[in-house]
């Protein structure tokens, strides 16, 4: 019997090499195992008869049943195009061809009856179908039911590689011997207990279902089969005490802690700032290694704690490293923690790519003799040339800009046992995601702002709204206040975008005659883009227009109003953290989303969520829900997580928890997966995860 993960697609009945060679191109299917678990992505009632006098042009997929009355081509070369008129009898519509003309029109005709599947639109007032799928109406597929719509690349569309064509060779795959007798993944007790369909049953109807219930039930399955495995491999990691890495014991906190704490902060910890700091001092003196995330909302107080917590370190006698990932950000964390580093002896220093060689010369030097304790800096901290006399915490904010490989590195700084971690982010992670991703972190949460920060007011505008907008930012200015002007700055229209941000610096220039504005984006040399930022930061300039460049690290307490351009073009977290910019001093702050007033339907609901909210979890949880959960080991930035073929961690929230329960409660029977079906389950997850690497270790 052939093995499903092994066998390549070309051996399937109907496949052969060329589709084989195009399968795995387009869709990256290669074996029989990639056709099966290539699910649809929605599914449409075949059954089901649409009627042309009864459209508008918003429908997503209608089947229509009827004729062709003409065909014509038009164009000549590359615009060539067939075009033919459909009728089903209440009325007519368009069907246009743009590729394969000649083949196509000799594949139709006038007189037989045929089924259109497509989604029609609206074209100077006419309803069309582009390249819809066509069959010959017979009585099989007329009473079809429920189907399934597979994503395709437009390389297959136009080499007739249809949706349907994708279901044919899956229906082939169903019969062979390797599906209809493959070995059932999960303990007969665990099928009973959450009343499972069986894994043959489950992959036959998610793929051809017999009717809505049954299709429900093989999504269940499906969807609770991939999650258990995901939760069951993080949580035997978790379980593993060979696994936990000894870690430096600081068994104490001593004079600069309790220095820091008692005669030079200034403002009282919040709650939670308390408590999170707690909870890292007691995974610190453990004995075994810290692999901690502090989550926290722009404004919370995250560097503080980070800071209190290096001074941990330095008492029990060990250095400390903060990694930022752009140099801006890096500088703001200096200028914050060296005042306070150097009021109680401390002795910081700033590592970056501009840093001069006689000052990386003086910084190595300072480092290995131990007479460094806190290094702030970039990418740099991670060069070979940086080693470090003892580095026993390793602070990395903003992690999820940094590669997992460059974090390894870092973590590989001390020879004789692995720095404690501590990885921070702004960007809030919802809890579902949370508990999947960072299962195998220990997670801390500084869910309370200090008591001086106002609620940021959001609004939406749009461009009638321009005048009124620049006469409020004009009141804030002559109120003394200081204003950002941001951008979008989008790597396939750079220059397009530049040329936006330069305009829109004139046009602002032109409505404030009066105020200084300075401009930053990233494509500024280092030295002008920080010039530019100084001005702004020490009040010499009133307005910044800027990019995102200054998503983070920029701290001007002053700037009380924050303008975003094309708010449209940013997703829910990124708008929130140029929102963060602002709020950040005594005074009532605002954010004016400018946006297009023919805003789609999901993109006003997501400006909206901005205008209701200023709970980053909140925004963290729509966001996800809109854009899908992104890559979850941050190897990428984007594409879904651990290959997830079905499940979505955006809304399939109670099946996590449920797997996950089920995960623990096997592992409360069976914690080293030693007995029959602990071994079959064993070997599962390493045919599932052997190809992505753990990065627990390095969080």
Known sequence: MPDLRHTDIQYLHGVGPKRAELLRKELGISTYYDLLYYFPFRYIDRSVINHVNELTGDETAIQLKGRFLTFTTAGEGRK??????????????????????????????????????GKPSLFNNHLNIVHPEVDTVTTENVAQGLTGVYNLTEVLRNRSFTSRAIQKLIATLLDTPAVLHIDETLPPEMMQRYRLMPLTDALRNIHLPTDQHSLQRAQLRLKFEELFFLELNILHYIKGSSRRLVGHVFSRVGAYFHDFYNNIL?????????????????????GKQMNRLLQGDVGSGKTIVAFMTALIALDNGYQACIMAPTEILAGQHLETIRPLAEAIGVKVALLTGSTRKRERDVIHEALMSGELQILIGTHALIEDTVQFRNLGLAIIDEQHRFGVAQRARLWSKNRTAPPHVLVMTATPIPRTLAMTVYGDLDVSIIDELPPSRKPVTTVLRHEPDRFKMYQFVGSQLREGRQAYIVYPLIEENEKLDLHALEQGFEQVREVFPHYRVAMVHGRMKPAEKDHQMMLFASGQAHIL????????????????????????????????QLRGRVGRGADQSYCILMARSDLGRDTRHRLQVMTQTNDGFVVAEEDMKLRGPGDMEGTQQSGIAFNLHIANLAQDGQIIQMARNAAEDYLGEDPKLESVWGRKMAAHIREIFDKQQNWGLIS
Do not use: C
């Open 80 to 117: 060539r195009r067939l075009q033919a008129l459909f009728t089903d009898g209440t009325g007519t519509i368009e069907v246009v061809w743009f590729n394969r003309v000649a083949s196509i029109q000799k594949s139709y005709n006038t007189t037989t009856q045929y089924l259109l599947f």
């Open 266 to 286: 200034q403002f009282p910890l919040t709650g939670a700032q308390k408590r999170v700091i707690r909870e890292m001092r007691a995974d610190m003196g453990s």
């Open 545 to 576: 227009v800027a990019t995102t460049v200054i998503e983070v690290g920029v701290n001007v307490p002053n700037a009380s109003v924050m303008v975003i351009e094309d708010a449209e073009r940013f997703g829910l977290s990124q708008l929130h």
